[in-house]
């Protein structure tokens, strides 16, 4: 469950970017954000997954609860305990080239034991059916397939939400396919909370419900 409530200027803007913009997203429901460039949904992400204000300078006022904890003060990668991040261009999240290596990362880095870690990637190329990614050159991969490894990574951390920004932007259509139903197997049968920015209409009328932005504010749900 995502519960929020923002006001943010950039500090090189003179105008705010988010007006007040609140509202709360259900546990289990897939909620897409779409609107016209500059509007705010970006950063409307970037407040909930905690880039703003700890990598993105300006004044924020506001609050967000992920699953009822407050997000206030706590360090990002804490956050990323509580929601996984999926960006436009995957190659700015590997660490590893990979593919198998890249899934581990996040759970290497967070300590688990080498067993339970080896576990959870395999079940995550199994229930995605993507053992054909396993131990590959993410860099010799389709921009879809460096896409879904991404969300191979983020799955693997066993967070209930998911916010992504674009995932599809710089992907073909059958790239923009295979990402599309790996999202609807994390929301319908993971019962993982989705929070989804896209453009795409195919995307837009698989969610439970959309919210439109305008000039930094919510100007429609439903």
Not at 52 to 80: H, S, V, W
Not at 125 to 152: A, M, P, T
Request: proline share 3%.
């Amino acid at each position: 469950m995502i519960d929020f409530e923002f006001e943010f200027q950039y500090a090189e803007e003179k105008q705010p970017t988010l007006q007040k913009v609140g509202g709360s997203i259900p546990a289990g429901r897939c909620v897409v954000l779409c609107g016209g460039s500059g509007c705010g949904k970006s950063t409307l992400l970037r407040c909930i997954n905690g880039l703003i204000p700890q990598f993105y300078e300006g004044e924020l006022k506001g609050f967000c609860r992920l699953n009822g904890q407050d997000t206030a003060g706590i360090r990002i990668g804490e956050i990323g305990e509580l929601a996984a991040s999926v960006f436009q261009d995957p190659r700015s999240q590997f660490f590893t080239v990979n593919s198998s290596n890249e899934v581990a990362f996040g759970l290497e880095n967070h300590g688990l034991p080498q067993d339970k870690i080896r576990r959870r990637v395999d079940e995550a190329f199994r229930i995605f059916h993507l053992e054909r990614l396993k131990d590959r050159n993410v860099y010799e991969l389709s921009s879809g397939e460096r896409q879904l490894i991404s969300i191979l990574s983020a799955w693997a951390m066993d967070t209930d939400i998911f916010l992504l920004d674009e995932p599809t932007a710089m992907l073909d259509p059958i790239g923009r396919r295979e990402v599309l139903e790996a999202v609807q197997e994390l929301n319908k049968k993971e019962h993982i909370t989705v929070l989804w920015i896209t453009h795409y209409m195919e995307e837009v009328i698989e969610a439970d419900k959309l919210i439109v932005m305008n000039q930094g504010e919510i100007v429609m749900e439903g």
